[in-house]
Every structure is written in structure tokens, then in C-alpha cells.
């Protein structure tokens, strides 16, 4: 079987580098295209994964996300006929949906961002299915087929993932020192139009309160950060960044993703950031992972008081293996739920 994926963020890498391990193993031929965002490129290569570089970013305004989509619209297409894939699969990319309904192939997406509608857009009409969590908060139609899981089991899952000390050790890294890990997104992907986080000043005063706690601080960034900061800045590779949440004290996180992550490997987390996601709902209200800061302009300090409140608990990791214990248990293994589905649709072909 042939199969064509695209990956646009390093989220996109870790979400299916399994996918493309097992598939591989079994003898199918992939072909990866992939757009360097935030590392994702680095990430590629760490895990040895075979890629056509297609650009080097994805558009710091409308116009060149505009520009981008249109340009990478005719070299998927093209690179999709000359392949001649059986299926194609992958996230909500708007271009590899265009290119399956050219070819005339099935395409078959995982998503669960609720505020990606450009891309959810163009999929629900021109995909062949849509999977998402059960908790998705839009209604996609009849291409949509609701899962009881999370994106980060397919990666985090622990029949793929086994976090380890001694990596992190071998890298430089202390992971049994008590810390704490703050996310900083750059606010510049399509669905961060008119959003932002704290300033330089703010983020400081954060770190500083939470360092006060006789924890260290790590900061994970997408961006440049202030000359007072830039001494936080998380160091290890790309490929290890699963192996420091999972042994962390405590994640305080503007992105969605790296809260979920948390979450599912047993530690608890705040997220702080006006995008609500039915995932991140789940995981605070069912299994108490996860606290959910998406409203009010005082929300930074909130979640602060927050997470000053968690690390003075003595039992936080323990509770955190407690509920995380509840979490797997009622969830599907998606890595083997999705290769069955890519199987069956590649094997029907497309009716429409």
C-alpha cells in the first residue's frame, strides 16, 4: 500500500511517527511532505523519518499564509500523481484534502482543533472522514466520526511510550530535581489572529513566583525570549521534550497541546488561553488533570494562585498516577484504531 502524509508542526511528528513506524514495518511505502513550523523539521530528523522539505515556515501574515496555501495546494497535487498513493492521511491539511480530491484517493484526517475552521473548512467537504475526540465541540458532519481518545495517545500512549531518566540524565538534564515547565507559545499561527500571552515583564514575575516555591523552572518557547529569561530556557532536544513533562512537578502551559500532554502522562496542568478545546474540558472535568484558564483578564494570575495551591500538595504526583490510571481505562488505543481505518478506506477506494 502507498501512503501520503503531511506534517505542518512538530505536534504533527509526534502524533504519527508510530502511524508511519508500523506502517512501514509491514512493508507499505509512505511519502512524508513536510513544512518546517517551530522545529518540526529537527524533530524529522531525530526520529529518522524519510521527508520532501516543502517550505521552511508557514506565513507570518494572511497574505503569506494566503500565498502558502495556494502554492502548496499544486505541489502537493503534483507530488500526489506522481506517487500514486493508495490513501492519504494526516491531520486537517486543507492542501493534502485538495490533492486527494484531484487524484480522486481517500483521504482520512485526525483532528481535535476546534479553531482550525479554515482547514476544517475545506476538509468536512473535500476529506473522506474526519476523526476527532468524543469531546470535539464543533459538528463537522456526516464525514465526522467521534473517538473516545485524545490526539496524545497515539504518542503518549503507554504501549508506545516509556518516559526515561537516564535519557534525559545522558542529555544534561536533571530530571529528579523538583520543577516546574512553562510553555510560551508564539501566538502566530492562523487561529492566534488577535490573541496574546503575557508580556516580558509578566512572564518574569511569573517565573520568579513559581521559582520562590523552592521549585525550578523551565521555560519551553516558541519564540525569542527576554535577556532575564533566556537563562530558563528549556535545552534538551526536541525528541526528549515528552521525557521532561513526564517527570515534571507541575505544567503551566499556553498551548493546548503540551496541557494535554500533561495530562495524559499523569501530571497536572494549567492552561491558560482563551481557545477552548472539548479535550482539554474532558481532562479537567472527568479526571481532574488538567485546570482550565480561558477566560477573564486576570486569568495569568489566577492559574498562578493555582499552581502555587498544587505544589504545596505533597501527594501531587501520587494523585496524578491515580487519575491518570482512570484516564487509560476508559480510552481507545488510537494508533491501532487508525491503521484498521486507513486499511479499510484505502481498500474502498473513494465514492465521493
Not at 42 to 57: E, N
Not at 213 to 239: D, I, M
Not at 340 to 347: S, W
Request: net charge positive; proline share 4%; glycine share 6%.
Amino acid at each position: 500500500m502507498k501512503v501520503m502524509i503531511t506534517v505542518v508542526h512538530p505536534a504533527w511528528v509526534h502524533q504519527f511517527h508510530t502511524i508511519l513506524e508500523k506502517l512501514r514495518a509491514r512493508g507499505d511505502e509512505v511519502l512524508m511532505l513536510a513544512v518546517d513550523k517551530d522545529g518540526a523539521q529537527s524533530l524529522l530528523d531525530s526520529y529518522g523519518i524519510p521527508y520532501v522539505l516543502c517550505a521552511r515556515g508557514t506565513g507570518r501574515n494572511v497574505a503569506e499564509k494566503g500565498w502558502l496555501f495556494l502554492r502548496l495546494c499544486v505541489e502537493f497535487t503534483a507530488r500526489a500523481l506522481r506517487f500514486g498513493p493508495d490513501i492519504l492521511i494526516g491531520r486537517a491539511s486543507p492542501m493534502l484534502a485538495v490533492a486527494a480530491w484531484v487524484c480522486r484517493k481517500p483521504h482520512l484526517v485526525y483532528e481535535d482543533t476546534e479553531v482550525s475552521k479554515f482547514s476544517l473548512r475545506i476538509c468536512k467537504r473535500l476529506s473522506t472522514k474526519i476523526l476527532t475526540p468524543r469531546t470535539f465541540l464543533t459538528d463537522l458532519g456526516a464525514r465526522q466520526e467521534r473517538v473516545d481518545t485524545y490526539k496524545e495517545l497515539f504518542y503518549l500512549h503507554p504501549d508506545v511510550f516509556t518516559p526515561d531518566r537516564q535519557a534525559l540524565r545522558d542529555a544534561g538534564f536533571n530530571p529528579d530535581e523538583p520543577y516546574v515547565l512553562v510553555r510560551v507559545v508564539a501566538w502566530n499561527a492562523s487561529h492566534d489572529v488577535g490573541k496574546h500571552g503575557l508580556d516580558d515583564e509578566g512572564q518574569m514575575s511569573l517565573v520568579r513566583r513559581l521559582e520562590a516555591t523552592g521549585t525550578r523552572v523551565w521555560v519551553s518557547s516558541e519564540k525569542p525570549l527576554s535577556a532575564a529569561l533566556e537563562p530558563y530556557r528549556l535545552q534538551t532536544p526536541f525528541a526528549l521534550a515528552h521525557h521532561v513533562l513526564a517527570f515534571a512537578r507541575l505544567v503551566y502551559s499556553e498551548g493546548a497541546t503540551m496541557a494535554s500532554e500533561a495530562a495524559v502522562l499523569g501530571v497536572h496542568a494549567l492552561y491558560v488561553n482563551v481557545i477552548k478545546s472539548g479535550s482539554t474540558q474532558e481532562q479537567s472535568e472527568r479526571y481532574g488533570l488538567l485546570y482550565n484558564f480561558n477566560d477573564g483578564a486576570d486569568r495569568y494570575e489566577r492559574a498562578l494562585d493555582k499552581a502555587l495551591e498544587l505544589l504545596a500538595d505533597p501527594r501531587l504526583a501520587e494523585e496524578g498516577r491515580r487519575k491518570r490510571e482512570k484516564l487509560l481505562a476508559e480510552k481507545v488505543n488510537i494508533n491501532d484504531y487508525y491503521i484498521a481505518e486507513t486499511d479499510r478506506l484505502a481498500k474502498a477506494g473513494r465514492k465521493g
